[in-house]
T-cell receptor
Framework: RKEVEQDPGPFNVPEGATVAFNCTYS??????FFWYRQDCRKEPKLLMS???SGNEDGRFTAQLNRASQYISLLIRDSKLSDSATYLC???????????FGTGTRLQVFP | DAGVTQSPTHLIKTRGQHVTLRCSPI?????VSWYQQVLGQGPQFIFQ???????GRGNFPDRFSARQFPNYSSELNVNALLLGDSALYLC????????????????FGNGTRLTVT
């Protein structure tokens, strides 16, 4: 079983739609959680950290469910520029090693 | 301020050769990590260095080695290249402080795209 699992997609949605991605992780010792965004042939960039209480940044909302070991990302009012691969990332207690999922590809169309 | 810089941007090597990839972290960042990203997969952790000491190592063979220099720049070396080593190699830096050293966000460079033929 992969340590971090994501649906690879692609998710094809029209502009203005709301889309949600889920991610599950296998190690209950995971401590920190992030969503990174990666554009085609570019480097990953931090989108947002994920906190236990849930957090929001503009159109983006991240949720963490430790009991079920899953993380979600909700994107409201999708823009064409949101088209990218979204990587779910966890790291373990007291390590600097980030574990990435394979990513979920989002394509927003006009 | 300059971001994380990596060189070269692209590289083509043949099986059996060795390669050295270079990374300069963001000014003031003391931690450098290396990741390998094969097409269609997420990045896989290779190494992390902090203050010139190896702080973590992923599940990669001994053909992979790295080091960090006094100016915090880093090199990743891969010997006896295999076709399967073809990937995007990403370097990331972070500036962990004492209070929250394991939650510092990573800043990635543009990567070095290595093709082994």
């Amino acid at each position: 079983r992969k340590e971090v699992e994501q649906d690879p997609g692609p998710f094809n949605v029209p502009e203005g739609a709301t889309v949600a991605f889920n991610c599950t992780y296998s190690n209950s010792a995971s401590q920190s959680f992030f969503w990174y965004r990666q554009d085609c042939r570019k480097e990953p960039k931090l989108l947002m950290s994920v906190y236990s209480s849930g957090n929001e940044d503009g159109r983006f909302t991240a949720q963490l469910n430790r009991a079920s070991q899953y993380i979600s990302l909700l994107i409201r009012d999708s823009k064409l520029s949101d088209s990218a691969t979204y990587l779910c990332v966890v790291n373990m207690l007291n390590t600097d090693k980030l574990i990435f999922g394979t990513g979920t590809r989002l394509q927003v169309f006009p | 301020d300059a971001g994380v810089t990596q060189s070269p941007t692209h590289l083509i090597k043949t099986r059996g050769q060795h390669v050295t990839l270079r990374c300069s972290p963001i000014s003031g960042h003391k931690s450098v990590s290396w990741y390998q990203q094969v097409l269609g997969q997420g990045p896989q952790f290779i190494f992390q260095y902090y203050e010139k000491e190896e702080r973590g190592r992923g599940n990669f063979p001994d053909r992979f080695s790295a080091r960090q220099f006094p100016n915090y720049s880093s090199e990743l070396n891969v010997n006896a290249l295999l076709l399967g080593d073809s990937a995007l190699y990403l370097c990331a830096s972070s500036h962990p402080d004492h209070s929250d050293s394991y939650n510092s966000p990573l800043h990635f460079g543009n990567g070095t795209r290595l093709t082994v033929t």
